[in-house]
């Protein structure tokens, strides 16, 4: 009301609209983050990038967090911001291509598990976990290891105590898509769908992702899973 050609104004109800707190509005958050962009082309572009790839627009994403990258060559949270992107969508050889060129270094153990490099991996897990015990992070690291493995019940059975603990967490969705994807690789397709319906209606649709990600190989034959990946395309391509 005092200022409504403030940009940050608009950024700060994107960031609302874009929250648990309003129901995950996309259309209207986007619109306020261009909103913003228009009145000071100036105004940072990486929450309009993760808007983006959040809903499957990932060209549009990278491009946004390019233009920020531009804009600020100087910002760390701005690189990271980017290499998360390629992390949540299950890009590792992107990722390690830009962390290469953002920060002149190579593999962590996100790319070893997206990579499946088990071996690589699992001292890099155990390490996050003796450093970070308090941090649900590493412990959803630790999960999808099992899941590699192939000790699903494992696996499976340290799911329910983690998701309690970060279930108001505004990283909410990527947990629950770990979570389809433990019991994806597991072969349980009505446990893997649950957790990636919950995903779309906790900020996360992105059916690009879903329909490409090696780890739900073992379920993408299930009529099931194919009517769930058409009604994303329908909705939201």
Known sequence: QLD????EVHVARCFILWSH?????NEAAIREARLAKQLDPSNTNQVLGAIYYHIGLEEQGIAEFELAIQRDPTSDSAKRAYMFLYHQLA???????LNQRLFNQG????YYLEKGMLREAVPLVEEDL??????????RDKVLLLALQGQHKEAQS???????KVHRDKAYHHFTYNSARVYALGGK???ALKWLRLTVAEGFPC???????PFLDPIRKDPAFIQFIAEMKTRWE
Do not use: C, I
Request: glycine share 2%; no cysteine.
């Open 158 to 164: 340290r799911l329910p105590w983690m998701m309690e």
């Open 21 to 25: 707190f309003e129901g995950w509005q």
């Open 189 to 191: 397709s009505a446990e």
């Open 207 to 213: 059916y690009t992702l879903f329909a490409r990600d």
């Open 130 to 139: 003796l450093k970070n015990s308090d941090d649900p992070r590493p412990r």
């Open 107 to 110: 593999p962590d153990v996100h």
């Open 91 to 97: 890009r590792p050889d992107d990722w390690l291509k």
């Open 4 to 7: 409504p050609q403030l940009a």
